[in-house]
């Protein structure tokens, strides 16, 4: 049932125009894929429900948008040219590659055949800088956006005025040249993060580790994932990463089982410690009250949109009963997205393709095009046209019909109580200000 649910998933998503896949007409590339028009607005609301969260609301946390490109040099300081590995088994009869953490004894979990020894294998994708293609000029795709912050701490600190505690958050694309990527959007070589680093003073950062841990799982119920549906878990010891003293996930129920949605960890002065060893640059912080010099401890919290779009796309699918134009019922497709993330806010739905009709029910969607995202659609029964905005989360349809004309009215349809107010047009910017 869940393999049958991710695949339902996965072909709504196609057709809808939410995520397909990538270069499909020469056959797709794996685990690469394009967001369409309504995959777009769904990825950007969720950032930008993010970055209002962690940037906009609080006094401090600042922004940052580092380079996808960095020094080589930061790669081997953090650890990653060296540690950033998965190790890699694979089938001598059929060839196909695994990561070893995910088979179970030594045959292929595809034809059963012998595996090899496992290896190391490093996750970063490498490509080269000018126009030389050596050693000397190698560079890499970044793994994680945080160390773009690391290396502009002092930069941003000084510029921003921002006294420890305070954050800096990013969302960018990443890369990982993952062994085994799969689950659709769930692990990809490209991605984009959502970090936000929170540079503390050393002592307190267990305290403050707590508390984003809390925000954070907050942030999901918010914006609608089912309580039951989403744990914290904490890392084991065996689990920690080289630079992390403590961490924890928080993990949504997907249909292919408890995953990851997010991580929190405490990962000490590491990073900036290790890039001022490095550089020879100063990156301690000063405290001008206590006349003091230390290096900030940093609470980090990771989270991947893609990832999130996802939980929230699975969460939000139902297939309901309800009743039709007759009063019959038969089934339905509803996205019960929150109003902040769905693509759509507002579609207007002309009663009739008539060209009496047409000119008012433009100025309805002019009217509202400038306050939300909107659709316009006129194509199909009444009832078909809510049936489709339905299973992409519209939270409200505007029809325009002939009575329009007359009484400068029209019908406003929730998506979830499927409940029909009508109201006049003049009022319809106030009365779904108040929803929205």
Request: proline residues 5%.
């Amino acid at each position: 049932m869940a393999t049958d649910l991710m695949e339902t998933i996965t072909s709504l998503a196609k057709r809808r125009g939410i995520v397909f896949p990538s270069s499909e007409i020469y056959g797709g590339l794996r685990s690469c894929w394009d967001y369409g028009p309504l995959g777009v607005e769904l990825k950007r609301n969720v950032k930008d429900a993010w970055w209002r969260s962690m940037v906009q609301e609080r006094a401090d946390i600042v922004g940052l948008d580092s380079s996808i490109l960095m020094s080589p040099k930061v790669w081997e300081t953090s650890g990653h040219v060296q540690g950033f590995t998965d190790p890699l088994v694979e089938c001598k009869e059929c060839r196909r590659r695994f990561r070893a953490d995910h088979t179970k004894g030594t045959e292929c979990p595809e034809c059963g055949g012998e595996l090899s020894e496992p290896r190391r294998f490093n996750l970063m994708f490498k490509t080269h800088m000018g126009p030389v293609e050596d050693d000397a000029h190698q560079v890499y795709l970044r793994p994680e956006t945080a160390q773009g912050i690391y290396v502009d701490f002092a930069t941003v600190q000084a510029s921003s005025r921002k006294k420890v505690p305070f954050g800096i958050a990013q969302i960018g694309k990443s890369f990982r040249n993952e062994i085994t990527p799969g689950n659709f959007t769930f692990r990809t070589r490209e991605f984009e993060q959502m970090e936000m680093q929170f540079f503390v003073e050393p002592g307190t950062e267990d305290e403050h580790l707590r508390h984003w841990l809390e925000l954070r799982h907050q942030w999901c119920l918010d914006l609608g994932l089912r309580p039951e549906k989403v744990r914290i878990r904490e890392h084991e010891p065996d689990e920690l990463a080289h630079y992390a003293k403590e961490a924890h996930d928080i993990e949504y129920e997907f249909p292919f089982g408890w995953s990851e949605l997010e991580g929190i960890h405490n990962r000490t002065d590491f990073d900036l410690r290790a890039h001022m060893e490095a550089s020879g640059e100063d990156l301690r912080y000063f405290d001008q009250e206590n006349d003091n010099h230390f290096v900030p401890f940093v609470v980090e919290t990771a989270a991947g949109a893609d990832r999130a779009m996802l939980a929230f796309l699975v969460d939000a699918y139902r297939v309901e009963e309800a009743p039709n134009a007759k009063g019959e019922l038969e089934k339905r497709t509803v996205l019960r997205l929150h109003k902040d993330l769905a693509p759509i806010k507002v579609a207007v739905l002309p009663l009739s393709r008539k060209e009496t009709l047409t000119p008012e029910a433009r100025r309805v969607f002019d009217l509202l095009k400038t306050r939300w995202m909107c659709d316009y659609d006129d194509a199909g029964s009444i009832g078909r046209r809510y049936r489709r905005q339905d299973e992409v989360g519209t939270p409200y349809c505007v029809t325009v019909d002939f009575d329009s004309l007359d009484d400068h009215a029209v019908t406003v349809r929730d998506r979830d109580s499927m409940a029909q107010d009508r109201i006049p047009i003049d009022d319809a910017v106030a009365y779904l200000e108040e929803r929205l």
